[in-house]
């Protein structure tokens, strides 16, 4: 298991580098399953590029209109609601982009990723980011940034992880990391894949998780 060689990343969309590295983690022809899928940017994306047959699941009724007025296929309703109904090994890929850090029971939620799908690709803002780090120790103040772009009192983010952390519960919970990606945003006009110290350089942590 090992960060990707650090090179620069040619961006489709600045405000999202973490779906350049998801596209290119999804096998062409695959199902995929895209849990808080927004206004269905990644599944626009996966099916252009990767040729995906894809189903979108959003809580937020603008975002399910979005997709449905694109053409996509998507269920309105929470991401609990989205698995549960959900026969085993329904997607070759189940996708939870930038919202891990948003659920109540991320541990649940993986596992039942991993049930509807063979693999699962999810990505979260990494708080042991060097300017984290920096900003809390002299500033004292929660940081606000590209990556964490809210305050303490209206932001969703209810977990705070690191790459570590989430390795640790992989380990914990005996799912394997089959690839990872730490990323460097800096301004957005040059993202990069980091493989020195990815704790402390990246960003952004994208992982492809499997079965044991």
Known sequence: MAFLDAQPLILASEARPDFDVIVQLVEPG?????????????????????????????????????????????????????????????????????????????????????????????????FAFWWNRLHLLGFGKLPVSRSLPYAWYNTPNIRLITLKDFEAFCRKEQVTIRKQVALYIGDGSRPRRITFLPNWCGELGIFLLGRK
Do not use: W, Y
Not at 36 to 65: W, Y
């Open 30 to 126: 695959s199902r995929v399953l895209d849990l808080g899928c927004g206004t269905g940017e990644l599944m626009q994306r996966l099916i252009a590029e990767r040729g995906a047959t894809t189903q979108g699941v959003d809580l937020h009724q603008p975002s399910v209109s979005a997709c449905i007025s694109k053409g996509l296929s998507v269920f309105h309703g929470d991401l609990h609601e989205g698995l549960a109904d959900l026969p085993d090994d329904a997607f070759d890929v189940v996708i939870l982009s930038r919202t891990l850090q948003q659920v109540p029971d991320p541990d649940t939620v993986i596992r039942n990723m991993l049930r509807v799908g063979r693999r699962a690709i999810v990505s979260f803002p990494n």
